[in-house]
């Protein structure tokens, strides 16, 4: 790649901002993972509760990505993004200013926390309408890659709750997220092709291609199965492990990162060598791994060596992902950008919570990795089915101008 012709070939402190704030973004919607431990401790929570406590903010920045892809459509991304992030930076000086230390208080700022989960319907958009579809697969992983922003919390939270209590740590994160509005406003710009505005029927037509539909299942399970860990794994590593939750922070932290830094190298990958073939392999070690993980090593390596195995899968198979979306759909990239990013999140929703259901009712967390290693088989029996198709379809009527 020829990373001169690539920064001239969009804009690159859009690209940049985008970045911040999607990362920003990313590091407050799943706070109350890596502060779960020492919450549920505070609380006295079941597994339950507290799946379903770190699954909130996942499932309500799903139904919101809906409402920003709109938004996207119809006033822009740039105005969209600065509305999300102030009803997010109010909600937790609200949280924090209020004391309030309940378990209906956290699920509330979950559903504040979903709002900053939504960025993901602003971010890609913004960058997406700059770029060339032979590097759409880049920009948007290197948009995406603020998802980045989740190793920040699971990194830091824990040992900030330590010092100053979890309830301070989320009014302490109200203090980034202004600076990344800031740089934000300042550097961002809408595109200079932007979509035209949509009506309901535009949205309806959308979900009329059976195309839609499969690039939102491949999502639920690529970005679902990374956002679902994200939330999760601070919690199961100090169940399952026994580590405090300093200790479990670093460690999801690693997992994170790790999923994080490559999903612009997926999407780079998928631009190179063609976004079903990349994928392809990311599905069948995903599933591998996460079947391996459900056995529940005693040794803590090798579960923690699997659940990095499958968080490279699934970072990479987000960028792959969206390698192929704006070939499809470039014309309803917004509005595709809402339904993909909500199924997106709904299947980190259903594997965050139903980890903790799993414990709950049976003592370990098999039955919830193996549902979802199953998942990720189905979507390469689906992506298998329809490459051919993909492949001819797709260049005869126009679609694709870059690898599929």
């Given at each position: 790649m020829n990373t001169r012709e690539f920064l001239k070939a969009g804009h690159w402190p859009t690209l940049l901002a985008a970045f911040l704030y999607f990362d920003m973004s990313f590091m407050v919607w799943i706070l109350l993972g890596p502060l779960g431990v020492q919450i549920a401790a505070d609380l006295k929570l079941d597994s339950a509760a507290k799946g379903f406590m770190v699954a909130l903010p996942v499932l309500a920045g799903a139904l919101l990505r809906v409402v920003n892809g709109a938004l996207v459509d119809r006033i822009g991304p740039k105005r969209t993004g600065v509305i999300g992030q102030v009803v997010v930076i109010v909600g937790l000086v609200a949280f924090w200013a209020s004391g309030a230390r309940s378990y209906g208080a956290v699920l509330s700022?979950?559903?504040?926390?979903?709002?900053?989960?939504?960025?993901?319907?602003?971010?890609?958009?913004?960058?997406?309408?700059?770029?060339?579809?032979?590097?759409?697969?880049?920009?948007?992983?290197?948009?995406?890659?603020?998802?980045?922003?989740?190793?920040?919390?699971?990194?830091?939270?824990?040992?900030?709750?330590?010092?100053?209590?979890?309830?301070?740590?989320?009014?302490?994160?109200?203090?980034?997220?202004?600076?990344?509005?800031?740089?934000?406003?300042?550097?961002?710009?809408?595109?200079?092709?932007?979509?035209?505005?949509?009506?309901?029927?535009?949205?309806?037509?959308?979900?009329?291609?059976?195309?839609?539909?499969?690039?939102?299942?491949?999502?639920?399970?690529?970005?679902?199965?990374?956002?679902?860990?994200?939330?999760?794994?601070?919690?199961?590593?100090?169940?399952?492990?026994?580590?405090?939750?300093?200790?479990?922070?670093?460690?999801?932290?690693?997992?994170?990162?790790?999923?994080?830094?490559?999903?612009?190298?997926?999407?780079?990958?998928?631009?190179?060598?063609?976004?079903?073939?990349?994928?392809?392999?990311?599905?069948?070690?995903?599933?591998?791994?996460?079947?391996?993980?459900s056995f529940g090593f005693a040794s803590f390596t090798l579960g923690f060596v699997s659940l990095l195995a499958a968080m490279l899968a699934l970072g990479m198979g987000n960028g792959a992902v969206f390698q192929l979306v704006p070939q499809r759909f470039r014309a309803e990239m917004g509005v595709m950008t809402g339904l993909v990013g909500m199924t997106g999140g709904v299947g980190g929703f259903y594997l965050a919570s139903s980890l903790g259901v799993a414990r709950q009712a049976t003592g370990s967390y098999q039955a919830g990795f193996l549902v979802f290693a199953t998942l990720a088989v189905v979507a390469l029996a689906l992506l298998t089915r329809v490459k051919r198709r993909w492949r001819s379809d797709w260049s005869l009527d126009g679609y694709a101008s870059a690898r599929i």
């Open positions: 700022l979950g559903l504040v926390l979903g709002v900053a989960g939504a960025s993901f319907a602003v971010a890609l958009p913004l960058a997406s309408r700059w770029y060339p579809p032979k590097y759409q697969g880049l920009a948007l992983g290197l948009a995406g890659a603020g998802n980045s922003g989740t190793v920040f919390a699971a990194l830091f939270a824990p040992a900030l709750a330590v010092a100053f209590g979890w309830t301070n740590v989320v009014g302490l994160a109200a203090i980034p997220l202004t600076i990344a509005l800031a740089v934000y406003v300042l550097l961002a710009k809408d595109g200079p092709n932007p979509a035209p505005s949509r009506r309901l029927a535009d949205y309806v037509r959308v979900l009329r291609e059976p195309d839609a539909w499969l690039f939102m299942f491949y999502y639920a399970v690529t970005f679902g199965g990374f956002s679902g860990l994200a939330s999760s794994l601070a919690i199961y590593f100090n169940t399952q492990y026994g580590l405090n939750a300093v200790t479990a922070g670093y460690c999801t932290a690693a997992c994170v990162f790790a999923g994080s830094l490559v999903r612009p190298v997926g999407g780079a990958v998928a631009d190179r060598l063609g976004g079903v073939r990349v994928l392809s392999v990311l599905y069948a070690l995903a599933a591998a791994a996460l079947f391996a993980v």
